[in-house]
């Protein structure tokens, strides 16, 4: 075939758009089939406009009626409210009634001297030495702030005055002027002055008019009592009665009340005419000695055997006041001061160079000085130490050498050196422990179960006590003395 052949060839050629169902429309994925749709679809699908947000009102009254419940729920919820209240008010009530119901200790009002510390000083050399009297007037303040309220002045009268010529004898002496400034220096550190009249030669059988006149003169000086003997003429019935006439014209608040002490020198102090009554009446305190009086420093079991029978002593008829009265070893001079301190009473205390302010501050005098502070000031300010009661309690030990270990002890099922008691007020109780024996003894831990194991140390003769203790691991040092505050375990009470 040449070439001419082929040019005459009819040629056929495919349209672009050969109709609906031509192959240029054909419908892609996602495309119209209609040829504008094509030409005009949107290549990306745009996102449905957001609806507009709806805005929230606060409902109505009624609403919110409706939505609670309505008017029943809220009295349910008013009567809730109330029940509420009503519950709480009747346990306020049921608690105030307990408390109100409750035993408690009757607080009985002391008066000036049976809350008082009586120290015993002899003013005498004082005066007699250049300007001694102003040093003793110095020291006045200083005694206050150790916690004694009342001096008893001895060895001012000789013994062979007597009564009616008290006055005289100090003018004579020319005494009386000095006396009368220590009174009034006294009066302004808030110290009472009592004279000490003891083993002078006072009438016994009656009070003459000069007599009356001289202790009105004293009384008049601002002094707030005397001390007799329990031997001298004096101690009758007869006499002090008239005493107590005078006493009673200078008493005036409850602080001035004028008092008579017996101090007492026997055994048992013999009574007035065979009455108790009388005793009670004429006398208004007893300065009782622990300690019998002796030659000789009494030994350790001596010591404890004269604790012991005034512990188990029970005497409420008088107003006692102990003082220490016999002689006892150096190492126990502490261990007694702790006793007097603790006991039930006003205690007595004699002149005492440790506590001297012109002393040397050397560091037994500051130690003396700060273990009597801390008993009186705590005596002074715990209920339980003034007026609470006192119960002697048996004493069970386990004596413990201090050569061998701790663990070692020897059985002491009952050591008589070894004494305890507490004083009690209310739920607070005191627990004073006395070690007068020369070896050191552990508590036993049966001892006395109905106490609280815990407690707080308060003082002790050694000051080397701090802390909280436990009574089952406590060990009682040779002539120890211990105050221990006893507390429930998790209180401090």
């Given at each position: 075939?040449?070439?001419?052949?082929?040019s005459?060839?009819?040629?056929?050629?495919?349209?672009?758009?050969?109709?609906?169902?031509?192959?240029?429309?054909?419908?892609?994925?996602g495309?119209?089939?209609?040829?504008?749709?094509?030409?005009?679809?949107?290549?990306?699908?745009?996102?449905?406009?957001?609806?507009?947000e709806?805005?929230?009102?606060?409902?109505?009254?009624?609403?919110l009626?409706?939505?609670?419940?309505?008017p029943?729920?809220?009295?349910?919820?008013?009567?809730?409210?109330?029940?509420f209240?009503?519950?709480w008010?009747?346990?306020l009530?049921?608690?105030?009634?307990?408390?109100?119901?409750?035993?408690?200790?009757?607080?009985i009002?002391?008066?000036?001297?049976?809350?008082?510390?009586?120290?015993?000083?002899q003013?005498?050399?004082?005066?007699?030495?250049?300007?001694?009297?102003?040093?003793?007037?110095e020291?006045?303040?200083?005694?206050?702030s150790?916690?004694i309220?009342?001096?008893?002045?001895?060895?001012?009268?000789?013994?062979e005055?007597?009564?009616?010529?008290?006055?005289m004898?100090?003018?004579?002496?020319?005494t009386?002027?000095?006396?009368?400034?220590?009174?009034?220096?006294?009066?302004?550190?808030?110290?009472?002055?009592?004279?000490?009249?003891?083993?002078?030669?006072?009438?016994?059988?009656?009070?003459?008019?000069t007599?009356?006149?001289?202790?009105?003169?004293?009384?008049?000086?601002?002094v707030?009592?005397?001390?007799?003997?329990?031997?001298d003429?004096?101690?009758?019935?007869?006499t002090l009665?008239?005493?107590?006439?005078?006493?009673?014209e200078?008493?005036?608040?409850?602080?001035?009340?004028?008092?008579?002490?017996?101090?007492?020198t026997?055994?048992?102090?013999?009574?007035?005419?065979?009455?108790?009554?009388?005793?009670?009446?004429?006398?208004?305190?007893v300065?009782?000695p622990?300690?019998?009086s002796?030659?000789?420093?009494?030994?350790?079991?001596?010591v404890?055997?004269?604790?012991e029978?005034h512990?188990?002593?029970?005497?409420?008829?008088?107003w006692?006041?102990?003082?220490?009265?016999?002689?006892?070893?150096?190492?126990?001079?502490r261990?007694l001061?702790?006793?007097?301190?603790?006991?039930?009473?006003?205690?007595?205390?004699?002149?005492?160079?440790?506590?001297?302010?012109?002393q040397?501050?050397?560091?037994e005098?500051?130690?003396?000085?700060?273990?009597f502070?801390?008993?009186s000031?705590?005596?002074?300010?715990?209920?339980a130490?003034?007026?609470?009661?006192f119960?002697?309690?048996?004493f069970?030990?386990?004596?413990?050498?201090?050569?061998?270990?701790?663990?070692s002890?020897?059985?002491s099922?009952s050591?008589?050196?070894?004494?305890?008691?507490?004083?009690?007020?209310?739920?607070?109780?005191?627990?004073?422990?006395?070690?007068?024996?020369?070896?050191?003894?552990?508590?036993?831990?049966?001892?006395?179960?109905?106490?609280?194991?815990?407690?707080?140390?308060?003082?002790?003769s050694?000051?080397?006590?701090l802390?909280s203790?436990?009574?089952?691991?406590?060990?009682?040092k040779?002539?120890?003395?211990?105050?221990?505050?006893l507390?429930?375990g998790?209180?401090?009470?």
């Open positions: 075939m040449d070439h001419a052949e082929e005459h060839r009819p040629t056929h050629r495919m349209p672009l758009n050969a109709g609906d169902n031509g192959y240029g429309s054909a419908p892609g994925p495309l119209s089939a209609s040829v504008g749709g094509t030409e005009t679809a949107p290549l990306l699908i745009p996102e449905p406009e957001p609806e507009p709806q805005q929230w009102l606060p409902l109505s009254k009624e609403e009626e409706a939505a609670a419940g309505g029943l729920w809220r009295r349910v919820r008013c009567y809730l409210v109330l029940l209240w009503l519950a008010v009747a346990m009530a049921t608690a105030i009634a307990i408390i109100v119901m409750s035993p408690r200790p009757v607080v009002p002391l008066k000036w001297w049976q809350k008082t510390v009586f120290y015993e000083l003013p005498a050399p004082y005066m007699e030495a250049p300007q001694g009297l102003n040093v003793l007037c020291q006045l303040p200083y005694l206050r150790l916690g309220g009342t001096l008893i002045l001895q060895g001012l009268f000789s013994k005055v007597s009564a009616s010529n008290l006055t004898a100090a003018q004579s002496s020319g009386l002027p000095q006396i009368q400034h220590l009174l009034t220096e006294s009066n302004k550190a808030g110290l009472k002055v009592m004279l000490d009249f003891c083993g002078l030669d006072l009438n016994g059988s009656h009070v003459s008019d007599e009356q006149r001289s202790l009105r003169f004293w009384l008049e000086q601002g707030a009592g005397f001390v007799i003997c329990d031997t003429a004096a101690y009758s019935e007869k009665l008239e005493w107590r006439d005078v006493l009673m200078f008493d005036g608040q409850e602080d001035e009340e004028r008092i008579v002490v017996v101090k007492q026997q055994h048992v102090l013999l009574p007035l005419n065979n009455s108790d009554q009388i005793n009670r009446t004429l006398a208004d305190v300065m009782r622990i300690l019998p002796s030659q000789h420093p009494l030994s350790a079991q001596e404890a055997d004269a604790i029978t512990l188990q002593t029970k005497d409420e008829k008088i006692p006041s102990w003082t220490v009265g016999g002689e006892a070893s150096h190492d126990l001079k261990l001061l702790v006793l007097t301190m603790t006991l039930p009473g006003s205690p007595a205390l004699q002149y005492d160079e440790d506590i001297d302010q012109t040397d501050n050397g560091k005098r500051r130690s003396a000085v700060t273990l502070t801390s008993l000031h705590s005596r002074a300010r715990e209920e130490l003034m007026y609470g009661s119960t002697f309690l048996p069970n030990t386990s004596s413990t050498n201090s050569s061998s270990s701790p663990n002890t020897v059985s099922p050591s008589p050196t070894v004494l305890a008691f507490l004083r009690s007020w209310g739920c607070v109780h005191f627990l004073v422990l006395l070690n007068v024996g020369s070896e050191p003894h552990a508590l036993d831990p049966a001892w006395a179960p109905t106490l609280p194991e815990a407690g707080v140390f308060v003082t002790s050694g000051l080397d006590r802390g203790t436990s009574l089952y691991m406590l060990v009682l040779p002539h120890e003395a211990i105050v221990i505050k507390f429930e998790g209180s401090y009470s």
